[in-house]
Each structure stands twice: as C-alpha cells, then as structure tokens.
Nanobody, 127 residues
Framework: QVQLVESGGGLVQAGGSLRLSCAAS????????MGWFRQAPGKEREFVAA????????NYADSVKGRFTISRDNAKNTVYLQMNELRPEDTAVYYC????????????????????WGQGTQVTVSS
C-alpha cells in the first residue's frame, strides 16, 4: 500500500512561486508513474502535470505549461511541482497521485488510471 503526503501549499500573491512536494512510502517508488491534479471549489478535479517513472518524460495541462515544472527524485521517493507565475485561477487543492507502471515508460494523464492519492494541500493565490 502506497502512502502519499503532500506539503508546500500556502498563500501567495499573484506572480509568486511555490514548490509542492509529495513524499511516497510503502511501495517501489521508481516503478510508479506520478501525477499532480487540482480541484477548485465547485469544479471537477483536473489534470495538472505527470511524470514517467524514470522522470525522463513529462506532460502538462495547457493552462500551466511554461509556468509549472514537475520533477522527481527517486532516491528520496519524492515528486515535486514547482509553480511559478502563479495566478488567482491556480487556487485549488493540489493532489499527487501514483500508479504502478513497471513496464510503461511514459507519463499517465487520466485521473481514473491512478491507484493512490494523497490528502491534498491547499494553494491560494491572491490578486
């Protein structure tokens, strides 16, 4: 059973930066594809970014492309989301997710493909 714990959320002004971290335990982290999703009040959860198990391939939602960067450190069992040029519309609860993909080398985009989820961390961007 994989457990995921997010951290790094908070309140920031528009144009600012935050780095989210997601620490994983209980599984073979290097075999998991990882992703970040977010859910704003009254809205459905949406894809933000995904990274392959090796870290060599990434994918981003159009709304964050060029501003957010997903990365991972398999030695530390941690995935990160560096968020720059934050906007009020980025306000949401951010969740990391994991799915075992020992034979697949790409990122995973669809939320319904993920098996494990963290509890979420709040990001609030003030205008």
């Amino acid at each position: 059973q994989v457990q995921l714990v997010e951290s790094g959320g908070g309140l920031v002004q528009a144009g600012g930066s935050l780095r989210l971290s997601c620490a994983a335990s209980g599984g073979a982290f290097s075999t998991y594809a990882m992703g970040w999703f977010r859910q704003a009040p009254g809205k459905e959860r949406e894809f933000v970014a995904a990274i392959s198990r090796s870290g060599g391939r990434t994918n981003y939602a159009d709304s964050v492309k060029g501003r957010f960067t997903i990365s991972r450190d398999n030695a530390k069992n941690t995935v990160y989301l560096q968020m720059n040029e934050l906007r009020p519309e980025d306000t949401a609860v951010y969740y990391c997710a994991a799915v075992p993909r020992p034979r697949y080398t790409g990122p995973v985009f669809a939320s319904n493909e993920y098996d494990y989820w963290g509890q979420g961390t709040q990001v609030t961007v003030s205008s």
